[in-house]
């Protein structure tokens, strides 16, 4: 552990000693969230959604090892399988509704988790490898969801599986044989289904790799905290366990509450009713649309219709829908104010919420049908996501004059500054003036 | 040279995307198109209240028995219900013998062979049988039927927009194409007439549908409930049948939802009290002493 | 920093002895239990999703026309995706089952005990041996009937007398005699 005051593990009873000589398991455990993990004192509920993406994996990969033992992944039968689930398996309807629910839940807690570390930077230094690995978790997330989406074998499982494979006929020359070489034929069948439910069997386990690179990665710098401030010393911190472990789980339990409304109440609210009509690849439903979770970058693939310059629009869409995503990867380079919390940013605050905002438009303009209103509102939300991240942002760190900030966790705990008030005491030397304050770097 | 022109790369691929969209908006047309006929005259469903809306929502039994009744006397004609079998009736509360006698009374036979020279031969459905289809296949319904082709009524209710409530004004919102007003008083324009072989039906997505009228009078199907046999009491009764068949686990679903939420609730006050408990002496006051020495 | 150390350490290593700890211990034990409680509640749909759906339970009882099986002859078929046999015995195989005596048997049973009242010439077994499951040779025309003329199992060598009693081999207990009903002269039902 990076902080020299971390507790360091002393196995008590002879067998956990044992253990621990021969296989450092439980001090792998306690390191990582037991009282050798020192956590700022002063997180608030945003830092919860962490430990719930990591609950909503579980849900996922249980629910969906149970799935795949009724399953069948074949053109003919995939659809009645799925509904022999929800019919005859006992208690199938639970553990399906639970995995097609969870999924929204996932991306649901994962969202808030990204729009956390967008307010309060925690994807500056020292943490940019937190942030990549989180990209690339994220990634995988969306081809995972899409591709499990697929597999029940409805009207918009196919017609998704159509559209969305065919992003990569965008590509110039080497499209169109990319996308029949995914597919294995010409429109989605037994050979695309196939491969989709073998792959998206596998990739939760990729995403559980890739996690525990993230919490690697994270506990080499520490979490970050609502000030930005570094940890100075053990007054700003408190061992994972109990203090974190406790908040976590009330968390878990608010968490499931909302979960559980949705899985027992309405199961249904978050699909599409035409995913209830078996794929039929001669007729396409009147209305495509995506899962709410894609609908912010369908509306950015949609907003571009003009052949402009020699790239055509369809190639523009594409390319914007997957520069939306792409260009998080470079953040930490793109966003170069040093402070790290938008509590001390009274300018990027700002565009932060007008950002949030834009992506929830985007969100309904996704789904939205589309006429003249409808495409230029999305032309001109597409277009302040890029000028937020690739215009706004670098020009907002070299003119914004941040805010003093507290001179420690502690101090802005004991002055109750761990959310928005105005931050305490008189700017000695070390912070003085209006340039960006300093934060040494781990 | 990199050095320089690093940090305007991010403003460059920006300005690319966003000069991209301004000739989109600037090159598009701003025309909205005429109303058509169909957004003038298409109606949203009419409400339709059911004993299992909401979250603490049951089935009505004796209105499920109705129900399946109508659709085993006017809708199984044409429609199957390829996801339920008889054993699943049980639910509506048939017993297993009652069961048995539907299956072995259904009007269409299942697909067999004959045991002894293995011939293509058709058998008394039994309880474990899904329902058998009226048509052996697509094409075969589709021939039937002036090429429209009569879908599957397992789960109708979670397939469309509207569920239950849509059945049930889809069932009783037939009308006279030459005669209909829509709310401004329009009536409806030649272009919106029914094509041959197509009926008007306002709550139909498409205004025409090729499905003839199924529940036409009174007393079509006779009720022995003392329930009034009227067109009304078989569209709201075929419409709560048809939510049972693509949800026979909604009971089940909202006692265990309620149990789980109730759980839930204890556990969560519990966890909050706990945390509450084991943050006590690390809010605020607990370390004034620990900054002077800081 | 001499202030840290009481607050600072994680309970349980050196708890300060006050009034308010039973409760806040008691809360924690409560609110962990909860939680164990939960996930053992969780744990059964996820086993018993593993158990026969209620399609295959359908499937549990079967009727069988048993008109066409002449004296001497059997027949296999199906239930719960086991064989059964039923075999019309011959009144000969009869008197040969009955002179054995019950006692001498590995597994002891009389032929009267295997099947039903006044019907002692229709047995009705499951086709699989009780060693480890193979389906033994002997029900149908021209197999091997084995060393004591019923059925033999080529696996491990079980050899099982007219009335499906073991007699020699590794298997422990006669062929089981499935629940079963006569519905009519000519048709029973099993299961």
Known sequence: MSFPWAAHYAPKHPLMRWLDERLPMPRLVYNAIGAGYPVPRNLNYFWNFGVLAGLALVIQIVTGVVLGMHYAANGGVAFDSVEKIMRDVNQGWFIRYAHANGASFFLAVVYIHIFRGLYYGSYKAPREMVWLIGVVIFLLMMATAFMGYVLPWGQMSFWGAQVITGFFSAIPVVGEPIRIWLLGGYAPDNDALNRFFSLHYLLPFVIAGCIILHIWALHIPGSNNPTGVDVKGPQDTVPFHPYYTAKDGFGVGVALLVFSLFLFFMPNALGHPDNYIPANPLSTPAHIVPEWYFLPFYAILKAFTGDFLWIPAKLWGVLAMFGSILLLFFLPWIDRSPVRSSNYRPLYKKFFWVLVVDVILLGYLGQAEPNWKTVLASQICAGYYFAHFLIILPIVSMIERPLPLPRSISESVLHGEDEESAPYGVADASHAGHGPAPQPAA | ?294 | MATLDQTDLPPGEAPPPEHGLRRRDWLNVAAVSFAGVGAAAIVIPLVNQMNPSADVLALASIEVDISKIESGMGIKTSWRKQPVFIRNLTPAEVASANKVPASSLRDPQTLAERTKEGKQNWLVQLGVCTHLGCIPLGIGEGENKGPFNGYFCPCHGSAYDEAGRIRQGPAPKNLVVPDYAFKSDTVIQIG
């Open chain 2, 1 to 294: 040279m990199f050095r320089l022109f690093a940090p305007l790369i991010a403003p460059i691929v920006g300005l690319g995307f966003l000069l991209s969209l301004l000739f989109a908006i600037v090159t598009a047309s701003y025309e909205s198109e005429p109303e058509s006929t169909q957004q003038r005259f298409h109606l949203e469903h009419k409400e339709l209240k059911l004993a299992s809306d909401g979250p603490l929502g049951k089935y009505d039994r004796a209105q499920l028995q109705r129900g399946f009744q109508v659709y085993k006397e006017v809708c199984a004609a044409c429609h199957s219900m390829r996801l339920v079998a008889f054993r699943h009736l049980e639910a509506l509360g048939f017993t297993a013998p009652e069961v048995k006698a539907i299956a072995s009374q259904w009007q269409i036979e299942v697909p067999s062979i004959n045991p002894d020279t293995g011939e293509p031969a058709t058998r008394k459905a039994l309880p474990s049988d899904f329902m058998p289809s009226p048509y052996a296949n697509e094409t075969a319904a589709r021939a039937a039927n002036n090429n429209a082709l009569p879908p599957d009524l397992s789960l109708i209710t979670k397939a469309r927009e509207g569920h239950a409530p849509y059945v049930y004004s889809l069932l009783t919102g037939y009308r006279d194409p030459k005669t209909y007003k829509n709310e401004h008083g329009e009536a409806l324009p030649a272009d919106g007439q029914p094509p041959a072989g197509l009926h008007f039906n306002p709550y139909f997505p498409n205004l025409n549908i090729a499905m003839p009228p199924p529940l036409t009078a009174n007393g079509q199907v006779t009720y022995t409930d003392g329930t009034p046999a009227t067109v009304e009491n078989y569209a709201k009764d075929v419409s709560a049948f048809l939510v049972w068949t693509a949800e026979p686990e909604l009971e089940g679903r909202h006692r265990a939802g309620v149990a789980t939420i109730i759980f839930l609730l204890i556990a969560t006050t519990l966890a909050y009290m706990a945390y509450q408990n084991i943050w006590r002496d690390k809010k605020k006051h607990g370390k004034r002493t620990s900054l002077t020495d800081a």
